[in-house]
């Protein structure tokens, strides 16, 4: 099978194309950034083709003759500014639906995320039909929804849709995640809530691709969103510490007040304009989400395959063999700023 993968040198993307191209299926990736991609993904049996979400030309050009299109690009930063995640998100799906629909393909995978239901409480066995009675918190969160409901919408008898939700996305070749984790620790920015006894859903790359060939297959994933997760849960303060281990860094404070957390964090939204940004970061480390599998295992067949624990070693032996901590930080790309999107700002004929 042919299949178009866009993000190809984003961590998800490229271990998408990876696993694709394990199965044997011809696989394309589509980056701006074809060099960096071409090393993330190491295969040279991965056509690698430069263009961006941002030209639905570009798009529809490398998807020709493909099957399947995984669409895995995003903005991985939290923080980035809200035309950025506007641009990306929103304008970028509806130009990766329309390219699909041009170039004939026939079922398209949409990576969302589990911060589609980002919401100030817990959320403690929550399925796909629990719906929130307000917009998440935090820009990347809704944007990242609107973008979801847009590619649902678009699902239909020419063109099949299914979008997918991981948590906490993790495991070895995370530059740019690892990238932001370890600055937060030595910045003094990462801190537990309530002695980190909140539970933590995380989904291991390793488990995620696995569901992303499962979805481009299952007859009843069209039109339909999953949450994906790790078969494990652990309290926040297990999770990063071991992450923290990973990395030969101090395991992270613990202890701060939530309620005050989140005070905070509203006011540095208020004085620095970020659009609920600090909130949403509080919120996701410090409020519990556990959520209901049932519906990918059902209809998709999945079940998480990967144990935490080999997982944390492996990923300890890859940080050492790629430089340490410090290497990590020099290879992560940098945070996107407004004039990333100012060439598909433009195409478009302005905000």
């Not at 990306?88 to 969302?112: C, F, K, M, P, Y």
């Not at 994933?221 to 790790?230: K, L, Q």
């Not at 940004?277 to 395959?305: I, N, P, Q």
């Not at 032996?317 to 940098?334: S, T």
Request: aromatic letters at 6%; one cysteine or more.
């Amino acid at each position: 099978m042919r299949v178009l993968v866009t993000g190809g040198s984003g961590f998800l993307g490229s271990a998408a194309c990876r696993a694709l191209a394990r199965a044997g299926h011809a696989v394309i990736a589509l980056t701006r950034q074809p060099e960096l991609a071409r090393i993330r993904i190491g295969n040279p049996e991965v056509e690698i083709v430069r263009g961006s979400i941002g030209d639905p030309v570009e798009v529809a050009r490398a998807a020709e003759g493909a099957a399947w299109l995984i669409h895995a690009a995003g903005i991985a930063a939290r923080d980035a500014p809200s035309r950025v995640l506007r641009w990306v998100h929103i304008a970028g799906t509806e130009n990766v639906l329309r390219a699909a629909r041009r170039a004939g393909v026939r079922r398209v995978i949409h990576v969302s995320c589990a911060d589609v239901s980002l919401s100030d409480e817990d959320r403690m066995h929550w399925d796909e039909a629990r719906a929130l009675p307000r917009a998440p918190v935090g820009q990347h969160a809704r944007t990242k929804l609107i973008a979801e409901e847009l590619a649902l919408a678009a699902s239909d008898d020419v063109i099949e849709v299914t979008a997918l939700r991981p948590a906490l996305l993790w495991g070895t070749d995370d530059v740019d995640g690892l990238a932001a984790f370890i600055q937060a620790m030595r910045s003094g920015a990462f801190t537990l809530y309530g002695g980190g006894r909140n539970i933590v859903a995380t989904t291991h790359i390793d488990n995620f691709v696995r569901a992303v060939l499962l979805a481009a297959q299952a007859e009843a994933a069209p039109g339909r969103t999953y949450y994906v997760t790790d078969g494990e849960f652990l309290e926040a303060r297990e999770f990063y510490a071991r992450l923290a281990a990973a990395l030969a860094l101090p395991a992270p404070k613990t202890g701060g007040s939530l309620p005050l957390a989140l005070l905070g964090a509203r006011m540095r939204d208020l004085a620095r304009a970020t659009d609920g940004a600090a909130r949403a970061a509080v919120v996701r480390v410090g409020r519990s989400a556990l959520f209901d599998v049932s519906r990918a295992t059902l209809d998709l067949g999945y079940e998480a395959k990967v144990a935490l624990e080999p997982c944390f070693a492996e990923l300890r032996a890859w940080i050492e063999a790629a430089g340490g901590a410090d290497r990590l930080l020099a290879r992560a790309r940098p945070r996107p700023v407004e004039a990333d999107v100012d060439t598909q700002v433009r195409a478009a004929g302005g905000d």
